[in-house]
């Protein structure tokens, strides 16, 4: 009788009778439509060896026909939701999803119920190789299997477990997403990376990066891979020399030029400074082409116009009878030039004795000096603050601290002098101005062959 409409299925059926001295089994198939039944006599059952799908105990009739009735669907097949009698000489086993029977050496068949005394029954499961006589054998097993009768699947190599897998103690295990030992995926080619060097992180079953460090020189960690530098990207700023990482842009200088930041508006160099080459520089207490402070708004003014003077840090317009005067190093002994510091020529004594420069100022006849102002570039590495002392033709003129940015070598910084007064002065000849630091080495800076800039101001 086979299945005839939807719902009618074929069921490989075991039965166990169980009599007062003996207990067998048969198995066979039985077809059962849907809705309906089936008999089944046990005695004129020829039995089989098919997978079980169903099992029925008739305790105490063993001869009794059996009926069977198709109801729910029948439960995926394992070792857990069938009955699969193996006896006292094997085991149940899910192995390639079908259960079935495992045999101990000396017995085969699907219940492991029949002897095994010598190769002529060819007990060597999957191709093995049976090697015995007359009650006695062993079987070799071929690459991937083994046990007694070669009927357990193992393996030798990462490459016999097939995809996302590799072999450890002779069983197949799926690579792991996070272990950086065995990184892998389902879709991954037989074996598992072992993630190191550059990407020495598993994620997702793929090798990555995990920081800037591990990509080496002028490279940077992004989206789990290394990827160089750029030359333009102000997020990724660097060269292939770079450091291992790249540089991020700051805000005063946003932009990457090859492979450098910079800044390319003054906006962007915040108070008091500008945009010079690249680089933000301080605005000038009196540069007329950048005339600003530290508290000024970003970027620094050009005085122009109405007001083409810069005085400290503001444009105004010039006084009437003021003018400026160059200074030079004419007429003072032992100046010379200092050469420890490259760029701008620098002048100086020694590391102990004055220095200053020297000017002439014929003066405007009928006009009385009022005032008297002086603006150099100094480099001084003293502390920020300490003192030194101004002369004017010999006399005392005053005192003004290092510059804050004072203790650092072969940096130039804007000093503007005015003086507790002006006895000393001489109008119509030469005067000269001479500095004593507090004992460490200093020099002038020689800005195209003026040292400093002495402005005067006479009464109208």
């Known amino acids: 009788m086979a299945p005839q409409g939807t719902g009618d299925v074929s069921l490989t059926v075991e039965v166990q009778r169980a009599s007062a001295t003996e207990t067998s089994y048969f198995q066979g198939t ?7 039944s089936a008999t089944l006599d046990v005695q004129s059952w020829p039995g089989g060896s098919a997978p079980i799908d169903a099992t029925v105990q008739q305790a105490g009739q063993p001869d009794a026909p059996v009926t069977l009735t198709n109801g729910a669907s029948q439960p995926a097949a394992t070792c857990d939701t069938k009955i699969l009698r193996c006896g006292d000489h094997g085991v149940c086993s899910d192995a390639n999803g079908t259960p079935h029977c495992e045999c101990n050496l000396g017995y085969s068949g699907a219940a492991c ?3 095994v005394t010598d190769c002529a029954q ?8 049976c090697r015995g006589g007359a009650g006695a054998f062993s079987c070799k097993c071929p690459s991937g299997y083994g046990g007694p009768t070669c009927a357990i699947e193992v393996c030798t190599s990462d490459a016999t477990c097939g995809a996302g897998k590799f072999c450890d103690g002779g069983a197949c295990h799926t690579c792991e997403q996070a272990d950086a030992n065995r990184c892998g995926d389902a879709s991954a080619p037989a074996g598992c990376h072992v993630c190191s060097g550059a990407t020495p992180m598993c994620q997702a079953g793929a090798c990555v990066c995990a920081a800037d460090a591990s990509c080496g020189t002028g490279k940077y960690c992004g989206g789990g891979a290394c990827n160089a530098c750029s030359l333009t990207d102000a997020n990724h700023c660097g060269k292939a020399s770079s ?3 790249c540089t991020v842009c700051p805000a005063e200088t946003p932009e990457c030029s090859s492979g450098a930041c910079v800044c390319c508006a003054d906006a962007s160099c915040g108070l008091g400074h500008y945009c010079a080459s690249g680089a933000c520089a301080a605005c000038s207490q009196t540069d007329a082409s950048h005339c600003g402070s530290s508290g000024d708004p970003a970027g620094c003014q050009v005085c122009s116009g109405p ?3 810069c005085f400290m840090g503001a444009c105004i317009p010039a006084p009437p009878n003021s003018y400026a005067i160059a200074t030079t190093s004419s007429g003072l002994s032992g100046l010379y030039s200092n050469n420890g510091c490259p760029g701008i020529p620098r002048y100086q004594n020694d590391c102990s004795a004055p220095f200053g420069f020297v000017w002439t100022d014929a003066g405007l006849s009928g006009h009385t000096l009022t005032s008297m102002s ?7 590495c003293a502390t920020p603050g300490s003192t030194h002392t101004v002369t004017l033709n010999g006399t005392p003129i005053g005192t003004f601290g290092a510059p804050p940015a004072g203790g650092t070598c072969c940096t130039q910084q804007t000093v503007s002098f005015v003086p507790t007064t002006l006895a000393p002065y001489v109008i119509g000849g030469s005067n000269t101005l001479m500095i004593t630091g507090p004992g460490s080495c200093e020099s002038l800076d020689d800005l195209g062959g003026t040292l400093a800039t002495v402005s005067v101001h006479y009464s109208p």
């Open 243 to 245: 450091p291992a990482g």
């Open 30 to 36: 039985v077809d059962v439509p849907a809705k309906g």
């Open 122 to 129: 060819n007990p060597c499961q999957h191709g093995g190789t």
């Open 307 to 309: 007001t083409p003077m």
């Open 374 to 380: 002086v603006d150099f570039e100094l480099t001084s």
């Open 113 to 115: 119920d029949v002897a």
